[in-house]
């Protein structure tokens, strides 16, 4: 910012310095804070006179089996739900796309799960998956006559967390690809028909390239959002019952933050995982040329 810049732009600075402020106490402090008190052995035990320990929170992450188990669940868990969501997400919108009777209407239903908040779907879908009184294993039980333990096995409260989570995650989806399907020109479908083009050939090489700078950016949202998704895990499993086995990295770090009070500990935890959501974004935009004009 030039000093001749600030002097013919005062007033706009000026109004700009409290939304500046917010910013930076809101954001800018915390983070920086953060990566202090993970240099740090601050715990219950040292809560006001902790102290700088050096990288000893991040040799303890990476030395720490729990560490690579939920690193594991958790990109499983990104990659399934981030797969589903754009998946039915791109499919709806090709439906929706075309001349169909009641498609406001359609549209409004499908953007449902996603304008509900999230703890109450989360909530609700928990209720659903009781393996006593819920509708699901009450419908699986009439249909083909089993019983699921959806919340007290592993792998039944993890699949359980996924069905809530895409359920929640396709209407975002949805609402991206069906507004860069509606910015394609319809004179390229045109000369496409013209030489006898078919659908699936239409689709492959006008659709999708042409959605492709629109996907990519919301791809990148959701892995970053389903990376960090705390609420549907912690609720649909009841802080990652049974046994601390339904837990992603951040709803581990939640619990050793606030149950365990390991507090230094948790702060490297979640730089780590600031690093990783970091290089992946930054690397994933490179690779996919998102940011290249498709003619």
Same mark, same amino acid.
């Given at each position: 910012?030039?000093?001749?810049?600030?002097?013919?732009?005062?007033?706009?600075?000026?109004?700009?310095?409290?939304?500046?402020?917010?910013?930076?106490?809101?954001?800018?402090?915390?983070?920086? $804070?953060?990566?202090?008190?993970?240099?740090?052995?601050?715990?219950?035990?040292?809560?006001?006179?902790?102290?700088?320990?050096?990288?000893?929170?991040?040799?303890?992450?990476?030395?720490?089996?729990?560490?690579?188990? $939920?690193?594991?669940?958790?990109?499983?868990?990104?990659?399934?739900?981030?797969?589903?969501?754009?998946?039915?997400?791109?499919?709806?919108?090709?439906?929706?796309?075309?001349?169909?009777?009641?498609?406001?209407?359609?549209?409004?239903?499908?953007?449902?799960?996603?304008?509900?908040?999230? $703890?109450?779907?989360?909530?609700?879908?928990?209720?659903?998956?009781?393996?006593?009184?819920?509708?699901?294993?009450?419908?699986?039980?009439?249909?083909?006559?089993?019983?699921?333990?959806?919340?007290?096995?592993?792998?039944?409260?993890?699949?359980?967390?996924?069905?809530?989570?895409?359920?929640?995650?396709?209407?975002?989806?949805?609402?991206?690809?069906?507004?860069?399907?509606?910015?394609?020109?319809?004179?390229? $479908?045109?000369?496409?028909?013209?030489?006898?083009?078919?659908?699936?050939?239409?689709?492959?090489?006008?659709?999708?390239?042409?959605?492709?700078?629109?996907?990519?950016?919301?791809?990148?949202?959701?892995?970053?959002?389903?990376?960090?998704?705390?609420?549907?895990?912690?609720?649909?499993?009841?802080?990652?019952?049974?046994?601390?086995?339904?837990?992603?990295?951040?709803?581990?770090?939640?619990?050793?933050?606030?149950?365990?009070?390991?507090?230094?500990?948790?702060?490297?935890?979640?730089?780590?995982?600031?690093?990783?959501?970091?290089?992946?974004?930054?690397?994933?935009?490179?690779?996919?040329?998102?940011?290249?004009?498709?003619?």
């Amino acid at each position: 910012m030039s000093g001749t810049d600030l002097q013919k732009n005062r007033l706009a600075y000026l109004f700009t310095m409290p939304a500046f402020f917010v910013m930076a106490m809101m954001i800018v402090y915390p983070f920086v $804070y953060n990566v202090v008190i993970s240099f740090s052995n601050m715990n219950l035990s040292h809560f006001r006179d902790w102290h700088l320990v050096g990288g000893r929170n991040y040799l303890q992450v990476f030395t720490d089996a729990a560490f690579w188990y $939920y690193l594991r669940k958790t990109i499983l868990w990104t990659a399934i739900n981030v797969f589903f969501h754009v998946t039915i997400g791109v499919s709806l919108a090709l439906i929706l796309n075309e001349d169909i009777k009641g498609k406001t209407i359609f549209r409004t239903l499908l953007i449902l799960p996603w304008a509900v908040p999230q $703890y109450i779907t989360a909530l609700t879908w928990r209720g659903m998956f009781n393996a006593e009184y819920g509708s699901v294993n009450l419908l699986l039980g009439k249909l083909f006559g089993i019983s699921v333990p959806w919340l007290t096995s592993e792998w039944g409260a993890f699949t359980a967390c996924l069905i809530t989570n895409i359920w929640l995650g396709f209407p975002f989806m949805m609402i991206i690809a069906l507004g860069g399907l509606q910015s394609i020109p319809a004179e390229l $479908y045109e000369a496409a028909e013209i030489d006898g083009s078919s659908w699936h050939h239409k689709l492959r090489h006008i659709t999708l390239p042409l959605l492709k700078p629109v996907m990519v950016p919301a791809i990148t949202l959701g892995v970053i959002w389903t990376f960090n998704n705390f609420n549907v895990v912690w609720l649909v499993s009841n802080g990652g019952e049974p046994s601390d086995r339904t837990h992603i990295l951040v709803s581990w770090i939640y619990k050793s933050a606030f149950t365990y009070f390991r507090i230094g500990h948790a702060a490297a935890f979640s730089m780590i995982i600031f690093a990783i959501l970091l290089l992946f974004s930054w690397n994933f935009i490179r690779r996919t040329k998102a940011s290249e004009t498709v003619y």
